[in-house]
């Protein structure tokens, strides 16, 4: 009998969403991540959980309707990760004419039952706060609502609801080899430890791997796949306003201006194809100048590549031949062979249906439960969306030592879970030493505890962002205080 019913190699958004399904419909899980949860490209995303008005642009008409019905699942499943926020696009008649954008968004209100959420609106922007910060010959706007994701995140609440419904979770482990017979053959190194384990079904969910992974690991025939690098930049806040800007740019791209972090705003996307190895990936000059000169052409406030503190990219894949950005999942099955997923490509907002759609592709091989990831929430997810600033109030109230930005960012983080994270602490002191403004000891503690981080770079990076804003001195000191903590018990 094999150890597994499904094996998954990688722990991006694709290989997590795989195993939490799974998971949850009773199968045997164990997912092989080499590094960390979302630690590539899945943590490269411009945050958006949308409908993509590029897409409509291009007549991709279900595409939309279906992302725009994820929408709403998100919401409700992950209340305290995706946030709904207004949306702004300058009119001018350089780009596309207004009566173009007006219709186009009168369709994007067609395609949704908006759950609560407003339609859309035409702004008089030279007396409205979102044109306060823009040049003044944009005299209106289209207002719409979408919403914005914490994408690292989502990946790590994800994998910790596939633990918790029994998901072996493993990081800091390879996939060196993997042998096909009626069933298959895993041999791993985690964390420098040799061993074997099988499974009754692969699932190669790699991202910019899933082409070396195929050949050089399972030795499998793989289709063509052209990489793609992805990127955006990030800049002091240049607005007041809480909304996302959309911004019509000389080549036709929409490039997205986002609140970020409280202090900064998220500039992108640049998207072109990439050579060479996913784990190292720069974003090139060219391509910062590209997004300051974007957000210049609007803002009032002009943007130098010398303002950008950081930049985010990732290599994702994509058929080279046939329909691109809707996710791929290949489906192998041979006679008296174990069977085979590849799933690559896609967006956060069809993240979750995708990988239904995948491990509904199982069912002939072994009985699992229906489809149910839609109904279930997050861990931390259980409440509804527009009761947010309740849950923030509710936790300033409990904690009273948290300012309001700190107790919006560990609900944001952390949902109905934060008192997991902070206990019964009274004073901020009880919480251990402080690393910076934000992070105590009990919450890295925490999240090497419950939620697989390993470095510095896993809690600042990617479980939140602080290390926007962190000085080095307490970088240090954070790398001292988790180097003494003792590794959590691995499951799997």
């Not at 300012?403 to 008192?419: F, I």
């Amino acid at each position: 009998m094999a150890d597994y019913d499904l094996a998954i190699i990688g722990g991006g958004l694709n290989g997590v969403n795989l195993a939490r399904d799974a998971a949850g419909r009773g199968l045997r899980v164990i997912l092989i991540e080499q590094g960390d949860l979302g630690g590539a490209a899945s943590s490269a995303t411009p945050r958006l959980i949308h409908g993509d008005l590029s897409v409509l642009e291009r007549r991709g008409f279900w595409r939309v309707r279906r992302a725009l019905a994820e929408r709403r699942t998100w919401l409700r499943i992950a209340p305290h990760l995706v946030r709904p926020m207004s949306f702004v696009i300058p009119a001018h008649s350089d780009e596309r004419p207004p009566w173009l954008l007006r219709a186009g968004l009168y369709v994007y209100d067609a395609l949704t039952n908006r759950g609560g959420l407003p339609g859309s609106a035409t702004l008089d922007i030279t007396h409205h706060p979102v044109g306060n910060a823009l040049k003044r010959p944009f005299g209106i706007a289209f207002e719409y609502a979408d919403c914005v994701v914490d994408d690292s995140r989502l990946v790590v609440l994800t994998a910790l609801d596939a633990a918790e419904r029994g998901a072996a979770i493993l990081t800091g482990a390879r996939c060196v080899r993997a042998d096909r017979t009626d069933t298959w053959r895993l041999a791993l190194v985690d964390r420098g430890h040799r061993r074997v384990v099988t499974a009754r079904a692969l699932a190669n969910a790699s991202g910019g791997w899933t082409a070396m992974v195929a050949e050089t690991v399972l030795r499998q025939p793989q289709q063509a796949l052209a990489a793609m690098q992805m990127s955006q930049i990030v800049v002091p806040r240049l607005f007041e306003s809480d909304n996302v800007y959309v911004f019509q740019n000389s080549d036709g791209r929409l490039i997205f201006a986002s609140p970020f972090e409280r202090d900064f705003t998220l500039v992108g996307t640049v998207t072109h194809g990439f050579t060479g190895d996913p784990a190292i990936v720069a974003m090139p000059g060219a391509d910062v100048s590209y997004l300051c000169e974007a957000a210049s052409r609007y803002f009032r406030e002009r943007v130098v590549p010398t303002d950008v503190v950081r930049t985010v990219s990732g290599v994702n894949l994509t058929p080279v031949s046939g329909r691109r950005g809707d996710g791929t999942t290949l489906f192998h099955a041979r006679r008296r062979k174990a069977p085979l997923l590849t799933m690559f490509g896609g967006d956060v907002t069809t993240s979750r249906l995708r990988a239904e759609r995948a491990v509904t592709r199982l069912t002939p091989f072994y009985p699992m439960s229906p489809r149910w990831t839609a109904g279930a929430a997050l861990p931390g997810g259980d409440f509804a969306w527009d009761r947010f600033e309740t849950e923030v109030d509710l936790a300033r109230h409990r904690w009273r030592f948290l300012s309001e930005p700190q107790a919006r960012r560990l609900v944001a983080a952390y949902g109905s879970r934060l008192p997991a994270v902070l206990g019964e602490a009274k004073t901020r002191e009880e919480l251990g030493p402080a690393f910076g403004a934000d992070l105590t000891g009990a919450e890295v503690r925490y999240l090497m505890a419950r939620e697989w981080a390993r470095f510095p770079e896993d809690v600042l990076w990617r479980r939140s962002k602080l290390g926007l804003t962190m000085p080095a001195a307490d970088r240090d000191a954070l790398a001292a205080f988790m180097a003494g903590v003792n590794d959590p018990p691995r499951t799997g």
